[in-house]
């Protein structure tokens, strides 16, 4: 077998290396560059402009961590908008719920789409289920038009750079925060507080959140392939509060299969290492 690695680097000091059999698939798209690797540890993985999305083998952590959390304080939850989310993975976990009524996604690029169903079916299976609407166009525009619509928004994006950059701006969050109902909810993909540049990314993400909503907190999880593996997920809402509105008793009713997603993983969730409290207070 050749000796073959694809590495990224974190910082320009710390790089990721994962030994890989080939790649699959390369294109440039109208808005990015799209590859699928098939490696040795991890699986198929996903990578835009260079950069890892997911992998076959940890992908799940993401996904039910940027889903499953809104759904526990509000279990009510009947409409649903996800921005960015191309391979389909926030779409497969919305689509265990049989109380949503209507779940749209707004991706940018469908060359993302169309390669995820192709070589990672098991995470684009999300796009299959009839209450799936999928739009291609940019996500702020299409949110700026919405007003007390969604119950529930998740921005499920690439880093701020790029394609993605507009989906961290104040401007985007004032428009989520009108198409949300009273009890809405938005989660947000709120990068990495470990390296420096991740976390002053994530501060920014946070500051301008805050700005908007009344009430806004992030959470974390822990996933191997992204930068340093602590990643953080922002959670906003109008009033309700992620910990103290929890409903555990009726999501827990609910028998829904997760393999890293529980209630009480949800609690401690949001008790973050005083390190992030700090950049949270300073941002």
Known sequence: MDDLWYSEYHTPNV?????????LHHEQSTYQSISIYDSLEFGRFLTLDGVMMLTERDEFIYHEMITHPAFAVNPDIRRVLVIGAGDGGVARELVKYPGIEQIEVVEIDPRVVEVC???????????????????????LK??????????????????PFGPGEVLFTREFYGSCFSALTEKGILINQHESP?????????????????????????YQAHIPTYPS?????GFASKGLHPVQDLQAERWNALQLSTRYYNTDVHTGAFGLPNYVKELLTRG
């Not at 790089?15 to 790649?23: F, K, T």
């Not at 919405?146 to 994006?157: A, C, H, P, R, T």
């Not at 976390?199 to 806004?216: D, T």
């Open 15 to 23: 790089r990721l290396s994962i030994r890989i059999r080939e790649q």
């Open 117 to 139: 169903r192709e070589y990672l079916p098991q995470t684009a299976c999300g796009f299959d289920d009839p209450r799936v609407v999928l739009h291609y166009e940019d996500g």
């Open 142 to 159: 299409f949110v700026r038009r919405k007003e007390n619509l969604y119950d529930l928004i998740i921005v499920d994006s690439t880093d």
């Open 194 to 218: 470990f390296y420096h540049a991740d976390a002053n990314e994530m501060q920014q993400a946070h500051r301008r959140i805050a700005q908007v909503f009344p009430a806004a907190t992030v």
């Open 229 to 233: 593996g602590h990643w953080l997920f």
